[in-house]
């Protein structure tokens, strides 16, 4: 098995079978992230990744869980992606599922129809960074899209059969834009209503450009009372229907989770709880990205 180094994957996808389709991020150019900075993004070759799948087949036995990295499997041409689908259908018929990343910009270059088909070619799971609906921190973060293509994207894999799992960023919005960042990130997803929901919290790597930002006085940054008070904030204004929401990230402070809407009083009585220190946060030499 052969991999191009740094490798990330969600923390749920901890004891999938990963296969790295693409190298790096066909977009990269987020602000604040700095996952993929020292790789050159392509599309690895459909020869690359079968020699992969026959190295995993020959060793790895029953495998229930698969996710196609490096950062969106969806920038690849969709005859090429299905064709790797097929042949991982074909190694491993017992997998339960394969799970991706989706940029929004990539999802959006597809029909309904391709959509369609890579769900049925086996991709159930699709892990979507929202980060905000505030479209002025979508613009200055450089998402590249806006609110309403972030929602155009999601709800298209939704009508495909994709499940998703979204992902927004506490504190993203940094003192500046803090209220809008949460009210307009609860309205955009409450619209398009995610199977999954995670809320992480900012941290950034010096060489990012907003890290560079906050080093000369743009931006600032929030405390972890702040960010607290933002996730009440998002928490209190998001209206879903059967979402798991999870916020116990390596990155948060603060860790709650539960389904929502059965268990938004709980979510919010034990965010209040922090709020007035009856819960002790977790200290910020034991946070990571």
């Not at 790789?39 to 229930?64: H, N, P, Q, T, Y």
């Amino acid at each position: 098995m052969h991999y191009e180094a740094p490798l990330f994957r969600p923390p749920s996808e901890a004891h999938s079978l990963i296969f790295q389709a693409t190298i790096g991020c066909s977009h990269n150019a987020c602000t604040f992230c700095s996952m993929y900075k020292n790789k050159r993004f392509r599309v690895r070759s459909l020869e690359e990744i079968s020699s992969d799948i026959r190295w995993a087949k020959e060793r790895c036995g029953m495998v229930k869980r698969i996710f196609l990295a490096d950062g969106d499997a969806f920038a690849i041409e969709t005859e090429e992606l299905l064709a790797v689908l097929g042949k991982i259908a074909l190694a491993f018929p017992g997998a339960e599922r394969v799970s991706v990343y989706a940029g929004p910009k990539n999802i959006l270059a597809k029909t309904d129809q391709e959509l369609a088909a890579i769900r049925q070619a086996g991709v159930k799971l699709a892990y979507f960074g929202l980060e905000s609906g505030d479209p002025v921190v979508l613009q200055a973060v450089n998402k590249g899209v806006d609110q309403e293509e972030m929602i155009t994207a999601a709800t298209r894999l939704q009508a495909a059969g994709i499940e998703l799992s979204m992902t927004v960023i506490l504190g993203l919005g940094g003192k500046e834009r803090s209220s809008e960042h949460a009210s307009h990130t609860a309205e955009v997803v409450s619209r398009i209503n995610p199977e999954y929901l995670a809320a992480l919290t900012l941290m950034l790597d010096k060489s990012t450009p907003l890290a560079q930002k906050v080093a000369h006085g743009q931006f600032t940054p929030l405390s972890p009372q702040e960010i607290l008070l933002e996730l009440r904030m998002m928490l209190a204004d998001l209206h879903l229907q059967h979402c798991l929401f999870r916020s116990n990230h390596a990155s948060n402070y603060f860790a709650v989770g539960g389904l929502l809407p059965r268990d938004k009083k709980r979510l919010l009585a034990e965010t209040d709880r922090a709020l007035n220190n009856e819960i002790t946060l977790k200290a910020e030499r034991l946070r990571g990205l």
